[in-house]
């Protein structure tokens, strides 16, 4: 009987004890789970701020850029002069004047086969722009607009270069697309484009 009341006596310890051990890991994972809260909320803030003293400089070094392009004097580069400063007064009569661009290869879009064209191209301008200007205004974009030309025939394929047709639809193409990447807040000064050479291989 001893015994069983010895037995008795150890399990009610053991089952005190049980909920005592199981109190201690619930407050360790609460404080852990707290711990792991406190670090995100940190580095949340850390990264708000970040990103709030990234945008407050960016939003100051644009708004300054006007300015220190305004105080630079205007040497006559084509960087310092606008669309306006190109234009000149001439009579309605005045014929367009050409620029050349250097000839482009570029292999056609036809598969299993190598074709490539070669095309050279005048550009004819409106007399209203001013011919020595606009020709140093040209020279500084025509690596933009052999890039663009170049990747353009890459994607024609042989049965889209045939025939006068397409060679007119290939013209008004270029002629809209140049417009737009050199005047794209002016009217078009590009009237039209000459083709020199369009041979195929």
């Known amino acids: 009987m001893a ?23 619930s407050t360790g994972i609460g404080l ?18 970040a990103l709030a003293q990234l945008m407050a400089g960016t939003g100051s070094d ?18 310092n002069e606008t669309i306006n400063d190109m234009l000149v ?5 005045e014929t367009l004047w050409a620029y050349d661009l250097e000839p482009v290869i570029a292999n056609l879009d036809e598969p299993g086969v190598t074709r490539y064209a070669r095309v050279t191209i005048t550009l004819q301008l409106d007399p209203q722009m001013d011919q020595e200007k606009g020709a140093v205004f040209l020279e500084k974009k025509k690596p933009i ?3 663009w030309l170049t990747t353009y025939i890459a994607g ?8 006068t ?5 290939i013209k008004k193409e270029v002629r809209d697309s140049f417009n737009e990447l050199l005047f ?4 078009p000064f590009i009237r039209d484009i000459l083709f020199k050479e369009f041979a195929i291989q």
Do not use: C, H, M, Y
Request: proline fraction near 7%; charged fraction near 40%.
């Open 184 to 187: 794209p807040e002016a009217k």
């Open 165 to 169: 047709r397409n060679l007119s639809r």
């Open 62 to 79: 644009s708004s300054q850029q006007p300015e220190a392009k305004e105080n630079q004097p205007d040497d006559g580069s084509p960087e």
């Open 156 to 163: 024609l394929s042989l049965e889209r270069v045939r025939g």
């Open 145 to 147: 607009l052999i890039d």
């Open 89 to 93: 007064d001439k009579p309605k009569g």
């Open 3 to 25: 015994d069983d009341k010895e037995k008795k006596d150890e399990q009610e310890s053991g089952q005190e004890q049980e909920p005592k051990a199981n109190d201690k890991k």
């Open 32 to 49: 852990f789970t707290w711990l792991i809260l406190a670090a995100v909320v940190v580095a949340g803030l850390a990264g708000g701020f």
